[in-house]
């Protein structure tokens, strides 16, 4: 299902003279290989088609990304790649996936306040985007944590291989930062990469858990709305801190046991 990127391309060399070797950088390509490496262990991908991205430190013209044809679990700092807005590989060696690049490179172009974007066709959550009504009901405590921040797409289009389908999905998104795409995924949108990789373990783990619940056959409970709200404030006020030691944890746990995620 992955397609390549053929767009016609200007000559990156002119319009990027600034240096992406600095550490700040680097260290984006690391946090951003680990959410993917994680992303698959936890069986958050679907074969080679999902894609991570986030805006280059200092630069917000241009954003990494993985590169086509590679699975989470293969993915390393050195093997993603940064793209400008026009298709431009300007470092890494690949090109990226075509759905990929109309999707990220539109939504960071159009919403500079997202500085990271997670697509995933994640099991419990893209089984959510395909049944009838609102996709979480607000009925346990992790759905919570994002009440009031999803927009949902009802007009699934097909693949986004132009840029007026992912021109069409960043309007959707709004000011939300979670994307149900309907008969198709999700998409997590972030100020930055911990932020990202939180939320989208998070909405998997409440759509999995709202899944068993209706799986049940009982009615479910949800929380009345001034509750729902309030416990949405509380948690969103711990969230990035929450986020960074969440990072922490998993760069520890792959520099134990797949320390090549940062080559």
Known sequence: MAHELNVSKANPALRHNMSLDTDEIWQARVDLAACLRMAARLGLEEGICNHFSSVVPGHPDLFIVNRLGWAFQEATASSLLICDFEGNVVAGDGVPEATAFYIHARLHKMAPRVGAAFHTHMPNATALSMVEGEPLVWAGQTALKFYGRV?????????????????????????????????????????????????????????????????SGRKLLPVL??????????????????????LESIRRVLDRQEPEYRD
């Open 225 to 246: 709305q001034e509750v729902a709200a309030q416990a949405a404030r509380q948690m969103r006020e711990g969230d990035p801190e929450s986020a960074r030691m969440h």
């Open 151 to 215: 927009a949902v797409d009802e007009n699934y289009n097909g693949l986004a291989l132009d840029e007026s389908e992912g021109d069409r999905i960043a309007s959707v998104l709004g000011d939300k930062d979670i994307l149900f795409m309907r008969n198709h995924g999700v998409m997590i949108c972030a100020p930055n990469i911990a932020e990202a990789w939180d939320d989208l373990y998070y909405l998997e783990r409440a759509a999995e858990v709202q899944l068993k619940a209706m799986g």
